[in-house]
């Protein structure tokens, strides 16, 4: 191995591992640091994000990938490490400090002022702040990518490699479908009852029903925990150190589990990255839209599925047995599956949620290519909500000020969600076909299967491919929007009686 591999490797290990420390100090503040401590942890972290800028633009580093450049006897693990922390480095150095601390300046107190103008429903008071972010990404794009649109170059950093080019068409066809269904859905006369999810259930008995779940997909909690935190998330340090979080309300249990069970989904992929290169680029999970296939596929796909609902069921009424009473397998399955349109995009079913993803994607194109202005925003928000959804939100809280992505500068994540979807409804037909059996295996409590599939296709391939050549490996196909309707119509049509 040559001597500017190995001190490369050094050097990024060393940074991967400053980034553990990072996630550990990041979960503690969301889940049990004193809210006295605000101030010196935003300063402890400033510091600690500091020391890995510095080691990150080291020019050492340069010197290091310039001479690799010359050399050329790699594997495709030493390639992938090598590529990666070129793109990195070269990330990290064409930006002026002084911009990127102007970002972080502004990120910081952007969600400061979009916390305070949603609490007060006044968007007047976040649209400044918005509009400036938004000039300093189209800056920050010129630097980093100035061959590609402001635009895709932000995507760029959570969907790589995709464009407005790709993602346009394939929200076209989504919405030029699913608007229709959700107004078939809407105007259907059978509604499935779901009176019965509403309650009073016990934390401590929804904590172990969540527990209960999640090792049952394979979430080694000897290598990973899971607590309460304002909004559910998946970080932590190493995939032997996983930390999962969830929120939970009395009157409703279901919201709880299914973050769980999603999380679990994120989980499982950190903890079964591959074995060698822990701390290497190599070995980290593909793009944002891969790790949301991941959730999706076991929140969708799998849970929200008829199999594990049948499993399940028992271990749920024999939890909460007062609000169960009487409630058969199906009822249960249907109404877990209840599609209603929501203002709010985190509790949108998975009928409904791919608009809310388009409207903010088209809302984002508008914004950089200079076709939408800030100001007009509520107005533009609630005539697409009407238009798509077919509910108008009464607030801005409500609508235009409801995610906090913007206020820190994430311009180019929504896309990421939605074609998540849709690479977990190509993976969940190709797993079918592979294992016809699958639903029997559910039924049995076999989960294993499931797991193992995913490790092996997706888990243990961390960056080595594309997303476009791991899902033509996995699928035999490219990124499919047909695969993810026809799922969705076949399984609400039914439920909503409309075939």
């Known amino acids: 191995m040559s001597s500017n591999y190995q001190k490369l490797v050094q050097r990024l290990e060393e940074t991967s591992r400053l980034g553990g420390i990072m996630g550990i100090l990041h979960w503690d503040q969301e889940v049990i640091m004193p809210t006295g401590a605000a101030d010196s942890r935003a300063k402890q972290m400033g510091v600690l994000a500091g020391i890995i800028h510095e080691k990150s633009t080291d020019p050492a580093i340069g010197e290091l990938l310039d001479n690799l450049n010359q050399e050329n006897s790699f594997n495709s693990f030493e390639r992938c490490n090598i590529d990666e922390a070129r793109r990195d480095y070269e990330m990290e150095t064409k930006v002026p400090k002084s911009l990127v601390m102007e970002l972080a300046e502004l990120s910081s107190k952007g969600h400061q002022v979009w916390v305070k103008a949603r609490s007060e429903n006044r968007f007047s008071d976040f649209a400044p702040v918005l509009s400036q972010l938004i000039e300093l990404k189209k800056r920050w794009a010129e630097y980093v990518s100035p061959n590609l649109h402001a635009y895709d170059a932000n995507i760029d950093v959570y969907e790589r490699g995709m464009k407005t080019d790709d993602i346009t068409p394939v929200f076209e066809r989504l919405k030029s479908e699913l608007i229709p269904l959700i107004r078939e859905i809407q105007a259907s006369d059978y509604k499935p009852d779901s009176a019965f999810l509403s309650g009073d259930f016990s934390v401590d008995k929804q904590e172990a029903l969540g527990r209960a779940i999640s090792e049952e997909m394979g979430f080694a909690f000897d290598r990973g925990r899971m607590d309460v935190s304002v909004h559910p998330f998946c970080g932590g340090s190493h995939p032997t150190d996983v930390r999962i979080t969830t929120r939970y309300r009395t009157d409703n249990f279901i919201e709880s589990l299914y973050a769980v069970i999603h999380e679990t989904g994120h989980g499982l992929y950190e903890q079964g990255r591959m074995k060698e290169g822990r701390d290497l680029p190599a070995s980290e999970a593909l793009t944002m839209g891969v790790h949301e296939s991941q959730s999706l596929f076991w929140e969708r796909m799998i849970a929200q599925n008829r199999p594990f609902c049948k499993r399940y069921f028992p271990l749920i009424a024999k939890t909460f047995p007062e609000n169960f009473n009487g409630v058969s397998v199906d009822q249960f ?150 695969v993810f309707l026809n799922y969705l119509k076949t399984k609400y049509r039914t439920i909503y009686r409309l075939n």
Do not use: C
Request: charged letters at 25%; hydrophobic letters at 35%; zero cysteines.
């Open 333 to 482: 399955y249907e109404a877990v599956n209840t599609s209603q349109p929501s203002f709010i995009r985190v509790e949108a079913d998975e009928v409904t949620y791919p608009m809310h993803v388009i409207l903010r994607y088209e809302i984002e194109k508008g914004l950089f290519d200079g076709s939408i202005e800030v100001k007009t925003l509520p107005e533009l928000w609630n005539s697409k909500m009407k238009e798509y959804l077919g509910v108008e939100p009464p607030t801005d809280t409500l609508g235009v000020l409801q995610d906090t992505h913007w206020s820190g500068g994430a311009f180019g994540y929504f896309p990421s969600y939605t074609l998540g979807a849709i690479y977990a409804s190509q993976f969940y037909q190709t797993l079918i076909d592979e294992k016809p059996d699958l639903g029997k295996e559910i039924e049995s409590g076999n989960l294993a299967t499931i797991r193992e599939w995913l490790n092996q296709k997706i888990h243990q391939k961390g960056r080595l491919l594309s997303v476009p050549e791991l899902i033509k490996e996995v699928t035999g196909d490219n990124l499919n929007p047909t």
